[in-house]
């Protein structure tokens, strides 16, 4: 990739907490950027005024500012930076608001406190690149001819039908592919199986800039942003395509939900061992002190069996936090971990449950598979199909289907229409859980027709 030194560009920071912007501009001076280049401004307007003296190369902006807060912020820094490349700054917490700035034309999002320097010095390159190729593509089809053949990034043409008329080189590397391929391709050829054709119907015609996985021609799965503009090329109007590789930025993300979830695991295991060890047996120590004082006098008995039943009441408590932590059953594999969990459930209430599992799962098969993510992920299903769905039955089937391992948890409840239904905190959790343990996850429901959940994990049988 061809790119500017980087002593050379000019960055601003608008950050108005002054460890972050310390430790930023410390990424960006260890990365060769130059100390007499880099500017911070604590809110919003201070750096606007200070265009009146200079124009920057890239902005990167947070969205909580003195002056300004969330998405406005990016809206007013987008009006007044026209020209200049905008990298939002984002808190885990501020990931969706920092979607949507993408979406409203943001070149890119950092996470705050990202040590990565080359995730962000690449971020840093790709926004000036890309900023500087779509304003360009607004001039002639000249213009735009001779800037589609030179593009760093990836470009195609495609028409209505996503046909695809014209790729660049950069394409052709990335993809692996050759010209005289692409031409007999649409769009549509390049995703993942488990993509949708619509929703990338959907993203170009709308020009939304949206993700997607796709595959290269020697099979390797690409994690990219796709970002579609309505053009004019040799009289035609055509769809321009332009594709960020984002897998590395993926991956990395992938790879810190992984470390985040064994890290609560740990703790979750050292909590429930404490709890064990050290309150639950207090607990039943304090029951025989307790049984002692019985008889001592009148009325006693009544105060003892009162107390007795107290420390009863919160032992099983204790118990049940112990064992919601970290299922013991667990230990001996997840279908034995699943098993318990439905004769359990099976025991005090009312609904039917049943876990098949396929002979074809082979025990290479079961060992690429996280099962304490997929045991949350049943539970938490179960759960909630249990506490609201009033089905009569629950079912889980796990099966082998060429190489993924499909996991079925359905049940036979008054099911719910998906857009009518705000996602909670629980749909958050089996979303990241699904990504942290690199599964697929499907929901389906209707009014009705009950509730499906669908896990897929590839896997080597």
Known sequence: MTTRNNELITVWIIEDNPGDAFLLQELLVFSGFSSRNIVVFES?????????DSV?????LDLF????????????????FHSVPIIVMSGMSDTDVALQTVKKGAQDFILKGNSDTNILVKSIHYSIERK????QLIQSEEEFRLLFEASPLPILLVNDTLQVLRTNNAFLDLYRCSLSDVRQMKLTDFLAEDESDRRVEYAVKNQRESQFRHITADGNVLYVSQLAARTTFRGEEVYTIIIKDETEKYLFEQEKLKIVEETL????????RELHDGLAQHLVALNFYVSQLSGISEGSDEVVANAQSMIKTSLDMTRAMCYNLTPPELEKGLVAGLKAMFDRLGSVTEVEMKL???????DKAWEQVDHYSV??????FVNNSVKHSECKQIECNFDLSDDDLVILVEDNGKGFQRDEIKPGLGLKNLEQRAIAAEINLE??????????LIMRKKVRN
Do not use: C, H
Request: proline share 5%; hydrophobic share 35%.
């Open 443 to 452: 929901f389906k429901s209707n009014p009705g027709e009950g509730t499906k």
């Open 132 to 135: 500087r190729n779509i304003q």
């Open 356 to 362: 098949n599992v396929s002979d074809l799962i082979t």
């Open 65 to 80: 500012l003195p002056d300004f807060s969330g998405l406005e912020t990016f809206e007013f820094a987008s009006e007044k």
């Open 56 to 60: 920057p190369d890239i902005v990167l």
């Open 375 to 380: 045991y949350r992920m049943v539970q938490e």
């Open 44 to 52: 919003l307007q201070k750096a606007v005024d200070g265009l009146a």
């Open 265 to 272: 695991e740990g703790e979750r295991e050292r909590f429930s």
